[in-house]
């Protein structure tokens, strides 16, 4: 049964494509009100906004908060309340990647990476959980990684970064398992989207490879499936865990990686 999120609202962050913008369709279409955040300014994401809004009858407003920006990131949460009145849903999904030998790693990259992918949603969850605490309600997701729990070469910043998403989502779940708030973070394995095919030239570059054996003998080698996740899987495992049928689900690392960390 699909939870009915009607009067909620959900910040979700990197959201103007790819896993973020189908949890925030989902999430729309479950009837909670959205803030969608990503790259670009406002008119060049008005597009996206006004599509989430027609489709599914919700509110939905731009947030072009820089996840690189510890008060920018305060500063979403903050318009969301103002806005809405509550945030009861967030969901940290804002990533980068690169890849490189640790050697030849840019410490610009490892910072950006780690900012980003981890410390960004450090600063939305002190941001955000006061407010969830107050009313005894909130869901607090995370797209971590199938890297999350296991590593692979030359993604020295990403494997950290998702690392510390998945200790991050334990340690807050402990500290709000009394007051009604739940912090997950769901690891799919490869998911088709902008980022894993930015990531496939780089890939090619520091293995010789070509793009065929790319996709075939890295990417989905690790995949026993040998199919990609889907953005609609991920999305419909965070409307899951925002339903009550997950009340009791807190400091979980859902894996999704078609048995890929089964290995």
């Known amino acids: 049964m699909t939870p009915d999120l009607k009067g909620r609202t959900a910040v979700v962050t ?4 790819g896993i973020g913008l189908a949890i ?3 999430l729309a279409g479950a009837g909670a ?26 509110k939905c407003i731009f947030s072009p908060a820089n996840m690189l920006k ?11 309340q103002a806005t809405f009145g509550t945030v009861d849903i967030l969901v940290n999904n804002a990533g980068i990647q690169h890849v490189a030998p640790v050697e030849e790693f840019a410490a610009e990259k490892w910072n950006a990476i780690i900012a980003i992918n981890l410390s960004a949603a450090f600063h939305a969850m002190s941001a955000a959980v006061a407010g969830m605490k107050k009313q005894k309600w909130g869901r607090i997701i995370s797209t971590a990684s199938a890297h999350s729990l296991v590593a692979s070469p030359f993604k020295s ?16 779940a402990l500290e709000c398992a009394e007051a009604g708030v739940t912090v997950n973070c769901i690891s799919p394995g490869y998911v088709w989207t902008p980022l894993v095919e930015k990531q496939i030239p780089d890939t090619m570059k520091a293995r010789g490879l070509t ?13 026993p499936t040998k199919q990609f996740v889907t ?28 048995g890929w960390t089964a290995q």
């Open 14 to 17: 990197g959201s103007t494509s």
């Open 157 to 172: 910043a990403y494997v950290s970064a998702k690392h510390g998403i998945a200790g991050l989502t334990k340690t807050v």
């Open 231 to 258: 953005v609609e899987q991920v999305a419909e495992t965070a409307l899951f865990l925002c339903s009550d049928a997950a009340a009791n689900i807190t400091g979980a690392n859902i894996v999704m990686d078609g």
């Open 211 to 223: 793009r065929d054996e790319v996709i075939n003998d890295v990417l989905l080698s690790a995949q």
């Open 33 to 58: 009100n959205i803030v969608i955040n990503g790259l670009g300014t406002p008119e060049e994401n008005e597009p996206i906004r006004a599509k989430i809004e027609t489709d599914y009858g919700t």
């Open 70 to 80: 510890p008060d920018e990131i305060a500063g979403m949460i903050t318009t969301a």
């Open 24 to 26: 925030a369709e989902t």
